[in-house]
């Protein structure tokens, strides 16, 4: 079981938005703003899309935004493509180490 | 450009231990900041394993404390995974990244698998 909370699946149609949530507690979501997305395709390495709750890598499109409040933290992304269609995972520092989330299933249909 | 690369065995016996070495090339690993393990068993999801800073300040996951060590090697640009008394559970696709701390890892390795058994 992991420490951080995700729902299994989202899904959306192509131009919707989406907003995967990510639930910790005070010792890690809550208490630090170090939350990272990752983006993973079947059978590829993960790809960091957000870190430190908001910030984005350079290439990662501004469709993907980050956010947090009290102990969530929110991945959104907004004019769904076809290729977003993915599985996404947020990270978080916590209390002396790194608490993840059991991964969320997008679904463009 | 920043890449890592994987390699060591890719099947390992029940109770010894998996030895991984994370090569980087274009980037000096004295740079860091972090240099980190995460690890995917077969259809399952992400764990991370641990990080170090290239001055050797190691961070692991509790659940593998006991069990995992991660070391830097500047003189060959590589840092490397050693887990020890492994079992099945420890079948997993092992990835190595660049940690900008906090959990950050924005640049990954391919990632390799490693199989548990006898």
């Known amino acids: 079981q992991s420490a951080l909370t995700q729902p299994r699946s989202v899904s959306g149609s192509p131009g919707q938005s989406v907003t995967i949530s990510c639930t910790g507690t005070?010792?890690?979501?809550?208490?630090?703003?170090?939350v990272s997305w990752y983006q993973q395709h079947p059978g590829k390495a993960p790809k960091l899309m957000i870190y430190?709750?908001?910030k984005r890598p350079s290439g990662v499109p501004d469709r993907f935004f980050g956010s947090k409040s009290g102990n969530t933290a929110s991945l959104t992304i907004s004019g769904l493509l076809p290729e977003d269609e993915a599985d996404y995972y947020c990270?978080?520092?916590?209390?002396?180490?790194?608490?993840f989330g059991g991964g969320t299933k997008l679904t463009v249909l | 450009q920043v890449q890592l690369q994987e390699s060591g065995p890719g099947l390992v016996k029940p109770s010894e231990t998996l030895s991984l070495t994370c090569g980087i090339s274009?980037?000096?690993?004295?740079?860091?900041?972090?240099w980190g393990w995460v690890r995917q068993p077969p259809g399952k999801g992400l764990e991370w394993m641990g990080s170090?800073?290239?001055?050797?300040?190691?961070f692991y996951n509790p659940s593998l404390k006991s069990r995992v060590t991660i070391s830097v090697d500047t003189s060959k640009n590589q840092f490397s995974l050693r887990l020890t008394s492994v079992t099945a559970a420890d079948t997993a696709v092992y990835y190595c990244?660049?940690?900008?701390?906090?959990?950050?890892?924005?640049?990954w390795g391919q990632g390799t698998l490693v199989t548990v058994s006898s």
């Open positions: 990244a660049r940690d900008l701390g906090g959990g950050s890892h924005d640049f």
């Open positions: 274009g980037y000096a690993i004295s740079s860091g900041p972090f």
């Open positions: 170090i800073s290239h001055s050797g300040n190691s």
């Open positions: 005070s010792s890690d979501v809550g208490g630090y703003n170090y």
């Open positions: 430190d709750v908001t």
């Open positions: 990270f978080s520092q916590a209390d002396g180490s790194v608490v």
